[in-house]
C-alpha cells in the first residue's frame, strides 16, 4: 500500500500499521514543536521552513494527521521519560499560576500582607518585587507570572484548544405578509400602551 493512501485515524496508529512517511522536515517539525514547548511557529523554523511563512506551515502541520501522530509519539516518549514527580510539580504550579488572585496579597484592610502571611499559592505566582522609592516613601511593585500563558499551557495540556468549536444558528425567514403582520402587530402593542 502506497503512503499517499494510507488511512489514518487522529492519535492513533494508520489503520494499516504502519508508521507515518513524513519527508525530514515534517519529522524535525514533530520532534521540535515538543522540544520548543508547543510553539509552531518556532517549531517550523527550528525544522527549516522560511521564517516569513513559519507560522503558516507550523499551523498546517498541526492539521497534519501524520504529523500529529509523531508529535503524540514525541510526547508520550518525553513523559515517559520525565519523573512523574516533576510533571506534577509542574502541572500545580502552572495551575496556581492560573488560579492566583491577586487580592490574596491583601488582609481584610485592603493593606498589604507580609510576604509570610500570604497564601503560598500566591507566593508561587509572584514572578518579581522591586522596591521604589517614592517622596512618601517606598513603593512596591509585585509582579505576577502571566496568568493567560498558564491558561493556555493547561488548556494545550488537557487539549481543550484542539476541541473544535461548533456553532448553530437558527433563522426564520418571514414572507413579506408575515413581515407586515408582525410590524401591524408591533404597533398595536405600543398604540395600546
Do not use: W
Amino acid at each position: 500500500m502506497d503512503n499517499e493512501n494510507m488511512i489514518f485515524k487522529h492519535n492513533s496508529m494508520p489503520l494499516d500499521g504502519s508508521r507515518p512517511a513524513l519527508n525530514p522536515r515534517q519529522r524535525a517539525f514533530s520532534t521540535e514543536y515538543v522540544r520548543l514547548h508547543l510553539n509552531a511557529t518556532k517549531a517550523a523554523i527550528s525544522a527549516g521552513y522560511a521564517p516569513s511563512s513559519a507560522a503558516g506551515m507550523g499551523c498546517r502541520l498541526l492539521k497534519d494527521d501524520r504529523v500529529r501522530f509523531l508529535i503524540d509519539e514525541e510526547m508520550s516518549r518525553v513523559e515517559r521519560e520525565k519523573k512523574p514527580e516533576t510533571r506534577f510539580q509542574t502541572l500545580e504550579t502552572t495551575s496556581l499560576i492560573a488560579n492566583a488572585d491577586i487580592g490574596d496579597c491583601f488582609d481584610e484592610n485592603n493593606e498589604l500582607k507580609s510576604f509570610k502571611d500570604m497564601p503560598e499559592h500566591v507566593r508561587k505566582s509572584i514572578q518579581s518585587v522591586t522596591l521604589t522609592p517614592t517622596k512618601y516613601g517606598m513603593r512596591m511593585n509585585i509582579r505576577q507570572y502571566d496568568k493567560q500563558k498558564s491558561l493556555e499551557l493547561l488548556a494545550k495540556y488537557n487539549h481543550i484548544l484542539e476541541q473544535e468549536a461548533k456553532v448553530e444558528i437558527n433563522v426564520n425567514v418571514l414572507t413579506h405578509e408575515e413581515k407586515q403582520a408582525k410590524i401591524q402587530e408591533f404597533i398595536d402593542k405600543r398604540d395600546e400602551s
